[in-house]
């Protein structure tokens, strides 16, 4: 759960540069909760803005490739 909408947006955006999603699953949005208040990310109702826009724009496919170098420089470090 997340304070504020725009620190819940950005959990959302680098959820989909961490994880494998494919269209149709996955977290969209954010809302706030009733409950407790904070926000929490959820996979209902309407594409986030923000998110529509790095999916768009490619950078959260950039990003991902930009993961993946780290991770693998991460693995030839442990072996050097
Ligand atoms: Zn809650």
Known sequence: MYASE???EEALVAAWVTFEYSS???????????DC????LTSKGTIS???QEHLAGGNI????????WIEKIK??????
């Open 75 to 80: 693995r030839r470090n442990k072996h050097w």
């Open 61 to 68: 496919k950039k990003m991902k490739e930009a993961n993946d």
């Open 6 to 8: 725009s620190l819940a």
């Open 49 to 51: 803005k923000k998110l």
């Open 37 to 40: 208040g904070n926000y929490h």
């Open 24 to 34: 149709g699953s996955g977290p969209i949005g954010v809302y706030r909760c009733e």
